[in-house]
T-cell receptor, first 110, second 113 residues
């Protein structure tokens, strides 16, 4: 089966940097995704990691360590609009099921 | 490129009634997913299709939920009979193939009273 853990909530200040962690245990592994979900809206894709290391995309970066079953999403130069839920999702190695964690609610304060 | 289309956007039904949701994925996307998202929780995978075959439906409550994807394109998800605990947002998503990112529709917010 799958188990994906993320912190429930985080608070950070506008302009700062925040790191959201995700640990996972899955049957096989075919990639890890990060999604952003604003209240009342659908999740939107942010980043994808399948190999170890850091992927950078503008203000957002995502890191993966497959041996540790660990990933993080790094958000730089935080803006108020970054207040949202951040979902970690893992694609398993059997049928490529895409399974989501419970999400981390990030609150950005001025 | 058109996104994932879902209908209806909102639905209110009484418990024990039946309801159906429709999803049209992005053109050419072979993989289609239905998720249930209860307020404050992450999306829970109900069923995943690859073309018109089922990849996984291990968390689909088969005594009341059913889903089909005829001709490997559109899909419908049905609940019969509905229970109060089925109140949630039902999200449909699609991806080009099993390894790519999934794109989500706007969802159907179901309220069972």
């Amino acid at each position: 089966g799958q188990n994906i853990d993320q912190p429930t909530e985080m608070t950070a200040t506008e302009g700062a940097i925040v790191q959201i962690n995700c640990t996972y245990q899955t049957s096989g592994f075919n990639g890890l995704f990060w999604y952003q979900q604003h209240a009342g809206e659908a999740p939107t894709f942010l980043s994808y990691n399948v190999l170890d290391g850091l992927e950078e995309k503008g203000r957002f970066s995502s890191f993966l360590s497959r041996s540790k079953g660990y990933s993080y999403l790094l958000l730089k130069e935080l803006q108020m609009k970054d207040s949202a839920s951040y979902l970690c999702a893992v694609r398993d190695g059997y049928g490529n099921k895409l399974v989501f964690g419970a999400g981390t609610i990030l609150r950005v304060k001025s | 490129e058109a996104g994932v289309a879902q209908s209806p956007r909102y639905k209110i039904i009484e418990k024990r009634q039946s309801v159906a949701f429709w999803c049209n994925p992005i053109s050419g996307h072979a993989t289609l997913y239905w998720y249930q998202q209860i307020l404050g929780q992450g999306p829970k995978l109900l069923i995943q299709f690859q073309n018109n075959g089922v990849v996984d439906d291990s968390q689909l409550p088969k005594d009341r939920f059913s889903a089909e994807r005829l001709k490997g394109v559109d899909s419908t998800l049905k609940i019969q009979p509905a229970k109060l605990e089925d109140s949630a947002v039902y999200l449909c998503a699609s991806s080009l193939a099993g390894l790519y990112e999934a794109f989500f529709g706007q969802g159907t917010r179901l309220t069972v009273v």
